[in-house]
């Protein structure tokens, strides 16, 4: 079956550090990937995604994903955070040809300043 | 810019009432989905639609409805509130292919 497992349920970063999150995915086929952050009241705003090509994607806010099919992942990256990225990230897979999601539990995001 | 509006931001409601959360996008978008998320259980699929009047149920679709007359409007529909029903619910739309755009949340309370 298909699922998106995202193993830390919070992350403690201090600002100004650097920050990976951890997306792994079982999917039979190449999978559509996303990330999604969600700040504390709000709806999900999207923040990157993939499709094909280039394994590296940028996204808004400073963020970047690497797809690693090998690893089946598709971990976020920050070089330097800001109490502002405090927040809960969701990574997501397409699913199929209606474009339905599958999600991840999310990761929430705590800053230390 | 994209925009996906969801009619209430709060929302209380009795137990045993008819409930209707609506959402419209203005993306022109075939697909439209609604989400309920509960802390610890991230987000789950109640209806989704790909084309107006279709729709398809998702992972836990008891005790709700969806309508979907025009293309920019979905609709979630609870027949009889009750208080399991208390909840986020999140509206998106999404192009063919993408990601989803989603509304700003509807905080449901069912008293």
């Known amino acids: 079956a298909q699922s998106v497992t995202q193993p830390d349920i919070h992350i403690t970063v201090s600002e100004g550090a650097s920050l990976e999150l951890r997306c792994n995915y079982s999917y039979g086929a190449t999978p559509y990937l996303f990330w999604y952050v969600q700040s504390p009241g709000q709806g999900l705003q999207l923040l990157l995604k993939?499709?094909?090509?280039d394994t590296l994607v940028q996204g808004i806010k400073g963020f970047e994903a690497e797809f690693k099919r090998s690893q089946s992942s598709f971990n976020l990256r920050k070089p330097s955070v800001h109490w502002s990225d405090a927040a809960e990230y969701f990574c997501a897979v397409g699913a199929d040809s209606n474009y339905q999601l599958i999600w991840g539990a999310g990761t929430k995001l705590i800053i230390k300043p | 810019d994209v925009k996906v509006t969801q009619s209430s931001r709060y929302l209380v409601k009795r137990t045993g009432e008819k409930v209707f959360l609506e959402c419209v996008q203005d993306m022109d978008h075939e697909n439209m989905f609604w989400y309920r998320q509960d802390p610890g259980l991230g987000l789950r699929l109640i209806y989704f639609?790909?084309?107006?009047?279709?729709?398809e149920k998702g992972d836990i679709p008891e005790g709700y409805s969806v309508s979907r007359e025009k293309k920019e409007r979905f609709s979630l529909i609870l027949e009889s509130a009750s208080t399991n029903q208390t909840s986020m619910y999140l509206c998106?739309?999404?192009?063919?292919?993408?990601?989803?755009?989603f509304g700003q949340g509807t905080r449901l309370t069912v008293v």
């Open positions: 993939y499709f094909s090509g």
């Open positions: 639609s790909y084309d107006v009047k279709m729709k």
């Open positions: 998106a739309s999404s192009p063919n292919p993408g990601g989803a755009f």
